[in-house]
């Protein structure tokens, strides 16, 4: 949402990332997914971030181009070097503004 709390989850995202929905819905994604504390160039939730906040001013979605955006493979374990192909697409209310941004990725290598 614009507060860049998770609202939602698909059951295939949960099972990747090792999470349960209890305890990712209403949590802030920067924190549920961090940028890699080992990696002092990690710019993954900034590019993410930016983005988020291009789709909820301007309504538009954005296909961002290949991104490093190290993860877990399970919780509270050491981060892997992982790419990723995100999108931002917005969803708009009924008043017409932009009420939550759909975030997806497809797996890069």
Not at 20 to 46: H, L, M
Not at 48 to 59: D, I, K, M, P, Y
């Amino acid at each position: 949402d614009e507060h860049m709390r998770i609202v939602a989850m698909t059951d295939r995202c949960l099972t990747a990332a090792s999470l349960s929905r209890k305890d990712v819905i209403g949590s802030d994604v920067f924190e549920t997914f961090p940028d890699n504390p080992d990696d002092p160039t990690a710019d993954g939730s900034q590019v993410l971030r930016s983005s988020l906040e291009r789709a909820f001013a301007t309504g538009e979605p954005e296909v961002l181009p290949r991104q490093r955006y190290d993860a877990r493979a399970e919780p509270g374990g050491p981060f892997e070097e992982r790419y990723w192909l995100p999108e931002n697409v917005p969803v708009k209310g009924p008043e017409g503004n932009v009420a939550y941004v759909i975030h997806t990725v497809v797996d890069a290598g």
